[in-house]
């Protein structure tokens, strides 16, 4: 096993265009996490997955953000017209759900630039 | 609700010197505690936690004590190297919360030779 896997690395586009990432975790983790974060900050959440269900939202997660994790497996982060304020490092964790003290894996991140 | 503060930086120090970064938080619950690292182009990983009061977390000669009394998880090192240079963050996981991380801003630390 890898580790989780994120592709693109890094995307550039015009402002308006929909961008959709993916994520691939550890295989026996069943836990999948979003993460947004923007220069200078900390990683923030944005959604969460046990296996295919996603169980919470951010505030963050507008509705031209949408994510799926069919079949538990990979995951998808959608972004609709996109706007500059989108412009951030997306990240992705996996874990596994044996509590709070587990900590997760993270991927190496997606890099949009929206222009 | 939750939030993690970290010390401003970035922070520049010389190799074999002492390494101190604070971090204090604020919880609903009774949190675990974290710090990541982001070496220049790779991806956050884990470098030490610590579940309860008390608990001391250790990896690499880093060290962090949780201290509830004062909602602190400074993390420390006797002598820092060259290859320590990287991005620090604290962070946060509240029983209550799913296991999602609340993180700091974090801290560039750049050890020059």
């Known amino acids: 096993d890898t580790g989780v896997s994120q592709d693109p690395r890094h995307k550039i586009t015009k402002r308006g265009q929909n961008v959709t990432f993916r994520c691939d975790p550890i295989?026996?983790?069943?836990?999948l996490y979003w993460y947004r974060q923007t220069l200078g900050q900390g990683p923030e959440f944005l959604t969460y997955?046990?296996?295919?269900?996603?169980?919470?939202k951010s505030r963050l997660l507008s509705d031209r953000f949408s994510a799926e994790r069919p079949k538990g497996s990979f995951s998808t982060l959608e972004i609709q017209r996109t706007e500059q304020g989108d412009s951030a490092m997306y990240l992705c964790?996996?874990?596994?759900?044996?509590?709070?003290?587990?900590?997760?894996?993270f991927g190496s991140g997606t890099r949009l630039t929206v222009v | 609700g939750d939030s993690v503060t970290q010390m401003e930086g970035p922070v520049t120090l010389s190799e074999e010197a002492f390494l101190t970064i604070n971090c204090t938080y604020t919880?609903?619950?009774?949190?675990?505690l974290f710090w990541y690292v982001q070496y220049p182009g790779e991806g956050l990983q884990l470098l030490l936690k610590?579940?309860?009061?008390?608990d001391k977390g250790s990896n690499k000669g880093f060290e962090a004590t949780y201290r509830k009394e004062t909602t602190s998880f400074h993390l420390e090192k006797g002598s820092v190297q060259v290859s320590d240079s990287a991005v620090y963050f604290c962070?946060?996981?509240?029983?209550?919360?799913?296991?999602?991380?609340?993180f700091g801003k974090g801290i560039t630390l750049s050890v020059r030779p």
């Open positions: 295989s026996e983790h069943n836990r």
């Open positions: 964790a996996s874990s596994l759900a044996l509590g709070q003290g587990d900590g997760y894996t």
């Open positions: 962070a946060l996981s509240d029983p209550g919360a799913n296991s999602k991380l609340t």
């Open positions: 997955f046990q296996n295919e269900a996603q169980l919470e």
């Open positions: 610590a579940t309860k009061a008390d």
């Open positions: 919880a609903t619950g009774y949190p675990s």
